[in-house]
């Protein structure tokens, strides 16, 4: 099982940046596909954004498409998300997560085996 710690969390006004960090560890942990997933406030989590485990193709959920940027560096097993122009309704917990089976190419969250334990976000306006 892959373990995930994130990072990087805060407060940012509108149109500000945030990125954050997601470091993974476990045995081939660096094959295994990533996420992020947001859980606003009485709503249930959904997905961000998602890269494959070789970092080549990358997904975004339509909300955040041009103003978030997911990637990966596995010689230092770490996902980041860079989020861009924030908006209020950004504001959400979190949660880094992998793949429950290496190789694939894109993490849907019923594909997920692992999470991290979440990270605030709260954007201003």
């Known amino acids: 099982q892959v373990q995930l710690v994130e990072s990087g969390g805060g407060l940012a006004q509108a149109g500000g940046s945030l990125r954050l960090s997601c470091a993974y560890s476990?045995?081939?942990?660096?094959?295994?596909?990533m996420g992020w997933f947001g859980q606003a406030p009485g709503k249930e989590r959904e997905f961000v954004a998602s890269?494959?485990?070789?970092?080549?193709?990358?997904y975004y959920a339509d909300s955040v498409k041009g103003r978030f940027t997911i990637s990966r560096d596995n010689a230092k097993n770490t996902v980041y998300l860079q989020m861009n122009s924030l908006k209020p309704e950004d504001t959400a917990v979190y949660y880094c997560?992998?793949?429950?089976?290496?190789?694939?190419?894109?993490?849907?969250?019923?594909?997920?085996?692992?999470w991290g334990q979440g990270t605030q976000v709260t954007v201003s306006s």
């Open positions: 890269i494959s485990w070789g970092g080549g193709s990358t």
């Open positions: 476990g045995r081939t942990s660096s094959t295994y596909a």
């Open positions: 997560a992998a793949d429950r089976i290496g190789g694939r190419q894109r993490l849907g969250q019923d594909s997920v085996g692992s």
